[in-house]
Nanobody, 124 residues
């Protein structure tokens, strides 16, 4: 299957920036889309941003103009650049990727994988 590992979380001040990375590993054939989700204590997981290999992007209204999602297909890595951070951005951030992986000749299967999550804390 395909494994995702996030990095880049941590503590930031209001107005600061952080960059999250999501590295995919395994017998990846193609990555069709990468998404970033977040879950704050006591709240449901919500979509933050999504990008497709075709170049389209989608953002939650709460992060539009502040966050930027991108994909580096050569490195099988997705990124979330977070600027102008606010205390309400505090959450565990998860990456999700979907695409295809290879299990041998003429055996290409779909995958949909999640990372383990990385904590982002924004102090006021």
């Amino acid at each position: 299957q395909v494994q995702l590992v996030e990095s880049g979380g941590g503590l930031a001040q209001t107005g600061g920036s952080l960059r999250l990375s999501c590295a995919a590993s395994g017998s990846i054939y193609s990555i069709n889309a990468v998404g970033w989700y977040r879950q704050a204590p006591g709240k449901q997981r919500e979509l933050v941003a999504q990008a497709t290999s075709g170049g389209s992007t989608n953002y939650a209204d709460s992060v539009k103009g502040r966050f930027t999602i991108s994909m580096d297909n050569a490195k099988n890595t997705g990124y979330l650049q977070m600027n102008s951070l606010k205390p309400e951005d505090t959450a565990v951030y998860f990456c999700n990727a979907e695409g295809k992986y290879s299990r041998g000749f003429f055996n290409v299967l779909d995958f949909n994988s999640w990372g383990q999550g990385t904590q982002v804390t924004v102090s006021s």
